[in-house]
């Protein structure tokens, strides 16, 4: 029987989850909010056609790079300290960004974001693992902060247009600003400070150096097919020297005592069905939003903020998703919960493949396909964050959760880059040009492409993931950073049947 008292935050962190909810929406919206802006930043700080897209590709660049990296110093040098480091990066980038004059200070600030963004992504998640006890309280916390995240993304494509008509390019940087100053006023009382138990461990200097190389080369690479045809000498090269950087790094990590990633995670089943479900998923979620986006405003014609405004049924059908998920989880366990909402995403973008003609309707094209898409990928959420960290000790949950999210942007660019091809391919072959119908069936073929990601993504866990996985709390362990709570906040909901000599 659970506990009642399970469902409530740990005491003493009860500004603990806005913070973290306000990490992944910040994350996320940075991630699309300038897309509907670049028109007016090119015209106003003078951007070449060419050099544009380096707003939104410097972000994805430090971010993507970083990752590993956040997570791994979130173990190191405390979880609390990272994410007040982390949110005064991001913020005081996003100033300069917002008064930027030149085309380089953008880019630069734009990159600098990015680098902020890596050191929150992974904290939020690994202060969820740590913070909360395994059931009601943590599946609750987990559905609200992927929730957040895909309504981030979501609102980004909204809030870019409304802030550009209304207040300019700049606001869309600047937007950042309060929230940031509101969130480090509430990390510092709702945190829960770092306190390390151990020797401190040392940071595997070669090691990140490998994987942020890999990982910036490997995404730049993918961002610039648009620019370079996958065949091309450019392309080719670029995404070979990110697999032999890549292939450097797990050698060092294998021969490492203390490695920024151990590989052995990997030999966690939940974990590694975890990774392999965000690296497809997202796949076809970021290019989902992307062919949503164009099909809005270059077949229906919608405006900016009229396209932004379609977005809400998908934030809804999150947010829904992910409460059933969380309320069921604990009943019917993770794979098959992957597995469902896995299915039901792609049922949506089957949908949206069949409707997406030149004469489409909000209602038949956009509002049901939406709804069924964003119902299915909400319920992964919770699951996908329960996986992740099954098993991983609590010295490195942060190392788990950077893991993921590297899953999930590298999952994020390859699928874009991929699904663009595909969707041009599709529209140059047509005979018609660019007209409203060549491009709705270049969208059409992405969207199936979009949805067969998700089958596999299902397929994958089905076969990977265990039948049932016990969600036993990450332990504090020597040279471990734990909170000031007492360890009794992370135990006390471990299943009665697993006897005390099994908890590790």
């Known amino acids: 029987m659970v506990n009642p008292a399970d469902s409530k935050p740990p005491p003493g962190t009860r500004w603990l989850l806005p913070v ?35 707003v939104v590709n410097a972000y994805a660049l430090a971010f993507g790079g970083l990752l590993m990296l956040g997570g791994r110093l979130a173990d190191l040098v405390g979880r609390r ?61 987990l559905g609200l902060w992927g929730a957040a995240g895909a309504l981030g993304g979501a609102v980004g494509v909204m809030a870019g247009g409304l802030l550009t008509d209304l207040a300019g390019w700049r606001s869309v940087m600047l937007i950042n600003v309060p929230v940031v100053l509101g969130a480090l006023a509430l990390s510092r009382r709702g945190v829960p400070a770092d306190r390390r138990t151990g020797p401190a461990p040392r940071l595997d200097v070669v ?69 392999a479900f965000a690296l497809l998923m997202s796949s076809g979620q970021f290019a989902a939003f992307y062919f949503t986006s164009l ?48 299915l039901l995403g792609a049922a949506g973008f089957v949908w949206f493949a069949l409707t997406v003609g030149p004469d489409g309707t909000f209602l038949g094209s956009i509002l049901g396909p939406s709804l069924v898409a964003s119902v ?37 660019s390859l699928g874009l880059a991929v699904l ?30 979009a949805a067969a990601l998700l089958v596999a993504a299902a397929v994958a866990t089905a076969a990977l993931h265990p039948a049932r996985t016990r969600a036993l709390p990450a332990e504090t362990s020597l040279g ?14 471990v299943d009665p049947g697993v006897s005390r000599s099994t908890q590790r």
Do not use: H
């Open 20 to 54: 973290l909810l306000t990490v992944q929406f910040l994350v996320s919206l940075d991630m699309s909010v300038v897309n509907i802006a670049l028109p007016d930043i090119g015209d106003d700080l003078g951007f070449g056609a060419d050099s544009l897209l380096w």
């Open 81 to 141: 300290r990272t994410l007040i480091a982390g949110f005064a990066v991001f913020g005081v980038a996003s100033l300069v960004g917002g008064l930027a004059q030149t085309p380089g200070q953008l880019v630069a600030a734009r990159a600098v974001q990015g680098a902020g963004a890596a050191a929150l992504a992974p904290v939020a998640l690994a202060l969820i693992t740590v913070n909360y006890a395994p059931g009601p309280a943590r599946a609750r916390a």
């Open 207 to 275: 090691g990140a150096l490998l994987v942020t190389a890999g990982m910036a080369v490997l995404v730049l690479g993918l961002v610039r097919t648009e620019t370079y045809a996958w065949g091309s000498g450019t392309t080719l090269g670029t995404l070979g020297a990110a697999a032999v950087l890549l292939v450097a790094f797990a050698v060092v990590e294998s021969r490492k005592r203390e490695p920024l990633l151990r590989l052995g995670l990997l030999r966690n089943r939940p974990v590694l069905s975890a990774n």
């Open 295 to 342: 099909y809005l405003q270059e077949v229906m014609s919608y405006g900016s903020t009229r396209a932004g405004a379609a977005f809400l049924p998908f934030c809804v059908g999150v947010v829904a998703g992910s409460v059933i998920s969380a309320r069921k989880a604990g009943r019917f366990g993770e794979r098959a919960i992957l597995v469902t909402g896995g």
């Open 376 to 412: 299915g990928i909400g319920m992964c959420f919770v699951p996908l964050g329960t996986a992740a960290t099954s098993g991983v000790a609590a010295e490195e949950t942060g190392m788990a959760s950077g893991l993921l999210n590297s899953s999930r942007q590298l999952g994020g």
């Open 420 to 449: 663009v091809t595909v969707a041009s391919g599709v529209t140059g072959s047509t005979g018609s040009g660019r007209g409203p119908g060549a491009l709705a069936d270049g969208y059409a073929t992405a969207f199936g492409v």
């Open 480 to 493: 471990a950073l734990a909170p000031e709570e007492s360890p009794k906040n992370l135990g006390d909901d």
